[in-house]
């Protein structure tokens, strides 16, 4: 992704560029709106639609040069997965997470050709910096809804395991992504766009570590209910058990996500608002 974008940085440079003077900054407002899907240890694959979720948005972008902009976004959508849907090598682990994703992102873009200007059609990359809240949960097996991050299923507190702490549910990314805009006039585009966000967590699923920590230290320190939902393979018929499960986790892959999305942009520089 960053070669790309580099890339095309080349190319826009070489683009001839109407001086500052003669152009017209322009403000635009933007809706979004497509799919969300993450990359983990419950969904191992570098992309798929396979248990892919909405996700819409809302943001502006200013754009301060013909084939430059910057863009302010918020995007709201809910990511999971479940071992029952996954590999079948998988299956036997037995885990599932869900979590509601919101993130807020500020992002460089930049565009092989001035849209809407010289052309109506372009290319584009960006790359930017984003923060997003994420709180796992799952159900047991009553089908209650139950937010994993309190209970430590790793162990995560507690001095057997090292005092780890567990993770924080404000977590920052590194959003990259390419997309194609087309100017249906002077003050409206459409766009579609596919994004990827590096994360710097492996708990967006509530899974790390390879082991599984002691089901009776969870229980005596966190309670049945933490310790039922450690391990879920005695859930399965016929029920496994740990020596026969895979690793929990694989703790030296960070989870990622990405979106793809249809963005529909507008500005009001015909009321002369915001003209120079």
């Not at 924080?168 to 966000?197: C, H, T, W």
């Not at 450690?230 to 740990?242: A, H, I, T, V, Y």
Request: proline share 5%; hydrophobic share 40%; net charge positive.
């Amino acid at each position: 992704m960053k070669q790309i974008l580099i890339a095309i940085i080349i190319l826009v440079s070489a683009v001839p560029l109407k001086a500052q003077s003669d152009y017209d900054q322009r403000l635009f407002f933007n809706l979004s709106g497509g799919l969300i899907n993450y990359g983990g240890d419950l969904q191992n694959k570098s992309f798929t639609l396979n248990q892919a979720n909405v996700a819409y948005g809302i943001g502006a972008t200013y754009q301060f040069w013909n084939n430059f902009s910057i863009t302010a976004s918020v995007i709201r959508g809910k990511i999971g997965a479940t071992d029952a849907k996954g590999s079948p090598d998988h299956a036997i682990r037995n885990l599932s997470f869900f979590s509601n994703i919101t993130e807020g992102s500020a992002v460089f873009e930049a565009s092989l050709f001035d849209v809407p200007g010289d052309q109506k059609f372009s290319p584009y990359v960006y790359e930017g910096i984003a923060f997003f809240h994420m709180n796992p949960y799952t159900f047991d097996p009553s089908g209650n809804k139950v937010y994993l991050q309190p209970l430590g299923t790793e162990g995560q507190g507690l001095p057997e395991y090292g005092n780890k702490k567990k993770y924080k549910l404000l977590q920052f990314a590194i959003p990259v992504g390419v997309g194609v805009k087309y100017a249906l006039s002077d003050n409206v585009m459409i766009s579609a766009e596919f994004g990827f966000r590096k994360t710097f967590t492996d708990y967006m699923d509530d899974v790390s570590g390879p082991g599984y920590a002691d089901t009776a230290i969870i229980r005596a320190a966190r309670g049945p209910l933490a310790s039922k939902l450690s391990f879920r393979g005695d859930e399965l018929n016929p029920p496994q058990g740990l020596s026969n499960t895979i690793p929990r986790g694989n703790p030296g892959n960070k989870d990622v996500y990405y979106t793809c999305l249809v963005k529909l942009s507008f500005s009001f520089r015909g009321a002369n608002i915001f003209n120079r």
